[in-house]
């Protein structure tokens, strides 16, 4: 049957991934079966009727390939497919809920969560049991208390609750499950052999930090939201994903999770922006990106080793960003002030602020020596490090919504919602050359390396080439186009559309167009640069994510990884030197004071070594003297004892010899 819906809500495979459910959205909420291996849906149904009651999630059965479960505002239905048609199973009356998420458990028990706090076990499509993450936890070392209530008990014992913590997501594990309760907690439930079959046993918390962008107590816990779980297959690791686009992990061992003790999520890799980016720039000299977002925060990313170097927090959104060539300052427009700040080894700290209100765009000159920003319809010149205002380009009808450099830095282009794209002379401060189409509105202008041609992209779904005011235009085949880039070395032209998806044009370029596609985005692309050395492309979006793409022209030319050497030097604010330099003195001082102690304690030591074999050697000459006078005496004994020996052995001798004599006379 036709079906209406313009994007999926939520899918899932078959066991043995043959097959694949997806679930449609508004306003036809179309369900269909397919045998994805070869493209065909099998079977459709509509699982809601009624256009505004959503369908969250959908999974199968672990065991069953044609069975499985859907869950909504209103929505709890369990289908199996048969002969190309699928049918609901009968389940348990019961009362309409908005259940939010569910999981199953076995083949034929499965949870059901609600937004009241409310999970409902079904077995055999049964109404078995209730829990509630509502009810308090249990007592560290202890495990008698119960978990959950059945039937109409457990709504009465609740309905006095103040506050319902909705289910957000459970999740099956070998010992049981686990089951998101709001406000960054997570609750394991255990199997029970006792009649209440689960019990709570758990809590494993997202720590709420500074990450929240000055938020309200109530509004960190709601960004907070752990929204997905799983569990890696050999059950050591659980991943989660909260809902202001951060990744969580912990492990499952008994070393993290202790029984009884609360335990807390790690983040996974690093924080991630959870609003619009708003902003994106590089520099030239360091591996660096920097970019600004709706969630008020500025991070410096280093994209040669893929890590988030640096996040500073404001009370304000950033609605612009721009790295100076060097690495070691940034601008970033607010919406009451532009500010120039210093980054440092572990901060961004603002050193000089510029009266331009919501700036939406500025721009650092390649030698770093100016910087553009624009202030509604003027763009204004500043010195890098005077601070003076050097030129305001004027001449826009319309808000300015991109500026770019030339690389000689004699140019800036700009464009804007009035349909003008203006060539300036930076020198002048005049405009040279200009394009105005009325029906279009820009966002976004680049200009070969040679500063000859221009590339502009705007609302009229159009890739315009401007050279000395001569137009052409290359159809985006009905895609809108929101950001254009040129590679330094003029070889390679990216633009970017309004559904996400990098465009790599063939160059140059052909009317038709000819274009390879890349989907990387879910909304439109905001902002998009490309390395000083053409090695990477970089975008970011109003998803809140930041994409890298390894680029390379048709030749595979470009600087060589050998010839590209990054700067290593960082800034540090002479009060942080100070106290560094206090605290090593002081950690000196302290080995200092230690290697003294020590050799004292050595000495004393060898002194009383030294006394102690002192003692003992007198000992044991007095020992070897004493056993010498022994032996002398044993000795003396020993030749007296011989000496008188030897006399009577003589007297026996003549004795023997006068006898022998006296016989012989005879």
């Not at 009727?49 to 065991?63: A, G, K, M, R």
């Not at 209103?74 to 009968?90: D, M, Q, R, T």
């Not at 409310?118 to 560290?140: C, I, T, W």
């Not at 999740?171 to 689960?198: I, P, Q, W």
Request: charged fraction near 25%; glycine fraction near 6%; proline fraction near 3%.
């Amino acid at each position: 049957m036709p079906w209406q819906s313009q994007q999926y809500v939520s899918l899932a495979f078959s066991p043995d991934s043959k097959y694949l459910v997806s679930q449609g959205a508004r306003p036809d909420w179309t369900l269909l079966y397919w045998a994805w291996e070869k493209s065909k849906p099998m079977a459709s149904v509509r699982t809601s009727t009624n256009v505004n009651n959503e369908v969250y999630q959908i999974s199968f059965n672990p065991n069953d390939n044609a069975q499985f479960c859907v869950v909504g505002n209103g929505v709890f239905k369990i289908y199996k497919y048969n002969e190309g048609s699928l049918k609901a199973n009968p389940i348990q009356k019961i009362e309409p809920q908005n259940f939010l998420c569910h999981s199953w458990l076995s083949e034929d028990r499965i949870l059901v969560g609600t937004d009241t706090g409310r999970m409902l076990l079904f077995e055999g499509q049964e109404h078995k049991k209730d829990f509630y993450v509502n009810s308090p936890a249990l007592p560290e070392n202890t495990t008698g208390e119960r978990a959950g209530t059945t039937g109409q008990q457990s709504d009465t014992s609740e309905s006095g609750t103040k506050t319902l913590t909705p289910v957000l997501c459970v999740t099956k594990y070998s010992k049981g499950f686990l089951c998101s309760a709001g406000n960054g907690v997570v609750y394991m439930y255990e199997k029970t052999d006792e009649r209440e079959l689960y019990k709570k046993a758990r809590e494993i918390r997202v720590s709420v930090s500074a990450d929240s962008a000055q938020a309200t107590a109530n509004m960190k816990g709601a960004l907070h939201e752990v929204m997905h779980m799983t569990i890696s297959p050999s059950e050591e690791t659980i991943i989660a994903a909260s809902r202001n686009n951060q990744l969580y992990t912990i492990g499952l061992t008994g070393a993290e999770i202790s029984k009884g003790e609360q335990s807390f999520f790690e983040t996974l890799s690093q924080p991630f922006h959870y609003d619009q980016i708003t902003g994106l720039d590089l520099c030239i000299r360091k591996p660096l990106i920097a970019t600004c977002s709706l969630d008020r925060t500025v991070r410096i990313w280093n994209y040669e080793n893929n890590s988030l170097d640096l996040t500073k927090e404001f009370q304000e959104e950033a609605f612009s960003v721009a790295l100076h060539p060097s690495g070691l300052y940034v601008l970033v427009g607010f919406s009451d002030k532009l500010r120039l700040m210093n980054i440092l080894i572990d901060d961004i700290q603002p050193f000089k602020e510029f009266t331009i209100r919501g700036c939406r765009e500025c721009q650092f000159s390649n030698g770093g020596h100016l910087f553009a920003a624009v202030h509604g319809n003027v763009i204004q010149l500043y010195a890098t490090y005077t601070f003076e205002n050097v030129g305001n380009l004027k001449g826009h009808n319309g808000k300015v919504r991109g500026i770019v450099w030339s690389q000689d830095d004699s140019k800036i282009i700009s464009c804007g919602v009035d349909g003008a794209v203006y060539e300036w002379s930076v020198y002048t401060s005049k405009r040279e050359h200009e394009s105005v189409l009325k029906t279009c509105s820009y966002t976004c202008a680049a200009v070969s390396p040679d500063g000859s041609t221009t590339f502009a992209v705007g609302s009229d779904k159009t890739l315009k080439e401007i050279s000395d005011s001569n137009e052409r235009e290359v159809p985006a085949a009905d895609t809108v186009l929101t950001q254009v880039a040129v590679s330094r070395s003029g070889r390679m032209l990216f633009v970017g559309t309004a559904q996400g998806a990098i465009r790599a044009m063939k160059f140059p370029l052909t009317v038709p167009g000819e274009w390879t596609e890349h989907q990387c985005h879910y909304s439109a692309i905001t902002k998009m640069r490309i390395s000083y050395d053409d090695s990477f492309l970089f975008t970011v979006g109003e998803d809140a994510s930041l994409c890298t793409f390894k680029i390379m022209d048709k030749e595979g030319r470009g600087l060589k990884a050998k010839d590209i050497t990054y700067a290593e030097e960082i800034l540090i604010s002479k009060s942080d030197l100070q106290e560094k330099d206090t605290a090593m003195k002081e950690l000196k001082t302290r080995v200092y004071e230690l290697n003294m102690e020590n050799e004292y304690q050595l000495r004393l030591k060898d002194m009383n070594h030294s006394e102690k074999t002192k003692e003992l050697t007198e000992k044991f000459i007095q020992e070897m003297e004493s056993l010498k006078t022994k032996n002398q005496v044993l000795k003396t004994d020993k030749d007296k004892e011989e000496s008188q020996n030897t006399k009577k052995s003589g007297r026996t001798d003549r004795t023997a010899t006068s006898g022998t004599t006296g016989l012989g006379v005879r």
